[in-house]
């Protein structure tokens, strides 16, 4: 029996099937970066720095989750580590993007908030979201470490970045599977540091 139940499955299958080629190119390309990153982020928390993360859209939705997976817990029981999404405020946000433009949205509050020793994660598909690359900016003019979620392309925000986590996909929703899917890894790399105390 054909029809749109048929073309439906298909559709599913394609997808699933170019998700696992995704992965498979991921498990070729980012074991390095993620080690170094998880090394970057754990050396930060125990210093008493702290995890800041932000992104337009989907990838804003992310550093919400990668922040919670952070100051609540990822798999287990344990001390709970200073993360924060700068996509979370709406007050906030509205007043910078208002007062000093979009481009500043991430900038100003790494300008307020981030310290030396802390971390700044971007989070972008194209890898060239002017607000996060600005925000990169700050960071390393203020002494944050970087790490970049990104997706193929987007070489001034990797030459921005102390870590490039390169998710090997041109489209934007693979881009975003790959990078929560990294960013779960991450979280199982960093967290049997901290034990519950």
């Given at each position: 029996m054909g029809g749109p139940l048929n073309g439906d499955r298909q559709k599913?299958?394609?997808?699933?099937?170019s998700g696992i080629e995704v992965r498979k190119k991921m498990a070729e390309s980012l074991a390095g970066p993620l080690v170094q990153a998880a090394?970057?982020?754990?050396?930060?928390?125990?210093?008493g720095g702290k995890l800041l993360f932000c992104g337009n859209g989907g990838s804003a939705s992310d550093c919400q989750h990668l922040a919670a997976e952070f100051v609540g817990r990822y798999r287990m029981e344990r001390k709970g580590q200073p993360a924060l999404s700068l996509c979370s405020d709406a007050a906030v946000m509205t007043a910078i993007a208002n007062d000093y433009g979009y481009e500043r949205l991430f900038a100003r509050q790494v300008e307020a908030l981030g310290r030396p020793g802390d971390v700044l994660f971007g989070l972008s598909t194209s890898g060239g979201s002017r607000n996060v690359i600005a925000a990169m900016q700050s960071a390393r003019r203020l002494g944050l470490k970087t790490i970049a979620f990104m997706g193929e392309k987007g070489s001034e925000m990797a030459g921005l970045a102390d870590v490039v986590i390169r998710?090997?996909?041109s489209e934007p929703a693979q881009i975003q599977e790959g990078h929560l899917f990294?960013?779960?890894?991450?979280?199982?790399?960093v967290e049997p540091s901290f034990p519950a105390e």
């Open positions: 599913i299958l394609e997808h699933l099937e090394d970057l982020v754990r050396n930060a928390l125990k210093s998710i090997p996909a990294a960013g779960h890894m991450l979280c199982d790399l």
